[in-house]
């Protein structure tokens, strides 16, 4: 167990934290910094979130609403994006109402298992959603590269344990981080300089010499996502040689409109997301980690809904019919 000298033990009292008889600090709490100070900042950023999170939440439902109850849309590639629509929800909720609750409320506290939770069910949902797009570049590549093949391949019991894999496996990551996080000694201050719990301005509080085991847990979640990112890279690679050859220019537009829109999604988040989290840690507030933050937690929630709502014809088709049927019920 690490051990905690005493300049530590004298910066975490003189921050409110207490100590136990094993000689680890206690934080009771966290201090979200949030984008400003300035009030007037502070209302704008709670409308825009409240916004974008409206977007995000009706535009996700309606794909989880279309895909469940459409009998046209019964297949192995809307269950992959009922799956998605239904992940994006929850992970732009566990960031987003906190954040625009402590704007206008002013109160930016967060108490220590809130932390470990937020973090948790974040990195969950994050490890989830790398899992998930992976999984539907590979239904994209059996589709299209062996289509005849497909029925066979991609049944509803591989559709299954693939999502099963995928939810298990960011459950796992959750785990591994907020354990290796939040079982280490917090000292020094305990002000968050990001809008949630994100474990690199975490890892930021901690002494540097003690967190070897978040970084060697970073480090394998790193490795999954490389994996993950090489693959999807592989899957289109074949996709679009297949694409190619189609003979008819209207068949290749029609093909690259469904595959395109899914390597834009899966290129931000995975690039984004990486970016911020194996650059070095730091203590002073940077504008870019904000940025990165606001991109991966965000956008994506916010584009799969349009891209895969607004630009796909069986979406637009589904909605007219349950549009029409619902007209039916009311006359």
Same mark, same amino acid.
């Given at each position: 167990?690490?051990?905690?000298?005493?300049?530590?033990?004298?910066?975490?009292?003189?921050?409110?934290?207490?100590?136990?008889?094993f000689?680890?600090?206690?934080?009771?709490?966290?201090?979200?910094?949030?984008?400003?100070?300035?009030?007037?900042?502070?209302?704008?950023?709670?409308?825009?979130?409240?916004?974008?999170?409206?977007?995000?939440?009706?535009?996700?439902?309606?794909?989880?609403?279309?895909?469940?109850?459409?009998?046209?849309?019964?297949?192995?590639?809307?269950?992959?994006?009922?799956?998605?629509?239904?992940?994006?929800?929850?992970?732009?909720?566990? %960031? #987003?109402?906190?954040?625009?609750?402590?704007?206008? $409320?002013?109160?930016?506290? /967060? @108490? *220590?298992?809130?932390?470990? &939770?937020?973090a948790?069910?974040?990195?969950?949902?994050?490890?989830?959603?790398?899992?998930?797009?992976?999984?539907?570049?590979?239904?994209?590549?059996?589709?299209?590269?062996?289509?005849?093949?497909?029925?066979?391949?991609?049944?509803?019991?591989?559709?299954?344990?693939?999502?099963a894999?995928?939810?298990?496996?960011?459950?796992?990551?959750?785990?591994?981080?907020?354990?290796?996080?939040?079982?280490?000694?917090?000292?020094?201050?305990?002000?968050?300089?990001?809008?949630?719990?994100?474990?690199?301005?975490?890892?930021?509080?901690?002494?540097?010499k003690?967190? %070897? #085991?978040?970084?060697?847990?970073?480090?394998?979640? $790193?490795?999954?996502?490389? /994996? @993950? *990112?090489?693959?999807?890279? &592989?899957?289109?690679?074949?996709?679009?040689?297949?694409?190619?050859?189609?003979?008819?220019?209207?068949g290749?537009?029609?093909?690259?409109s469904?595959c395109?829109?899914?390597?834009?999604?899966?290129?931000?988040?995975?690039?984004?997301?990486?970016?911020?989290?194996?650059?070095?840690?730091?203590?002073?507030?940077?504008?870019?980690?904000?940025?990165?933050?606001?991109?991966?937690?965000?956008?994506?929630?916010?584009?799969?809904?349009?891209?895969?709502?607004?630009?796909?014809?069986?979406?637009?088709?589904?909605?007219?019919?349950?549009?029409?049927?619902?007209?039916?019920e009311?006359?």
């Open positions: 167990m690490a051990q905690i000298n005493k300049n530590q033990l004298t910066a975490c009292r003189r921050n409110g934290s207490t100590t136990n008889d000689n680890q600090t206690e934080v009771a709490e966290f201090f979200l910094m949030g984008f400003s100070n300035s009030w007037d900042i502070q209302i704008v950023h709670a409308a825009v979130f409240f916004l974008v999170y409206l977007v995000a939440l009706i535009g996700n439902l309606l794909i989880i609403m279309l895909t469940t109850l459409d009998v046209h849309l019964q297949t192995s590639m809307y269950f992959f994006l009922r799956n998605l629509s239904f992940l994006d929800f929850c992970y732009i909720s566990v %960031t #987003i109402p906190k954040s625009i609750v402590s704007s206008l $409320t002013h109160d930016t506290c /967060i @108490s *220590f298992f809130g932390c470990a &939770l937020q948790f069910f974040f990195m969950d949902l994050a490890t989830t959603e790398v899992a998930i797009l992976t999984v539907m570049s590979c239904d994209r590549y059996v589709a299209i590269c062996r289509p005849l093949h497909y029925e066979v391949i991609i049944n509803q019991g591989v559709c299954i344990r693939m999502m894999m995928s939810w298990l496996s960011g459950v796992i990551c959750g785990f591994m981080h907020v354990t290796a996080t939040f079982s280490l000694p917090f000292c020094g201050h305990n002000r968050i300089r990001q809008f949630f719990c994100n474990i690199p301005q975490l890892l930021s509080l901690l002494d540097p003690i967190i %070897t #085991i978040e970084i060697g847990v970073m480090v394998f979640v $790193t490795s999954l996502v490389i /994996i @993950s *990112f090489a693959v999807i890279t &592989l899957s289109y690679m074949y996709i679009f040689s297949v694409i190619m050859r189609i003979p008819s220019r209207e290749r537009s029609k093909t690259f469904t395109i829109p899914h390597l834009v999604v899966v290129t931000l988040f995975m690039i984004s997301g990486s970016i911020a989290y194996v650059k070095p840690i730091s203590n002073s507030p940077s504008v870019l980690a904000v940025f990165l933050s606001v991109f991966y937690t965000v956008v994506p929630p916010i584009l799969n809904p349009i891209i895969y709502s607004l630009r796909n014809r069986d979406m637009k088709a589904a909605l007219r019919r349950q549009c029409g049927i619902l007209d039916e009311l006359d």
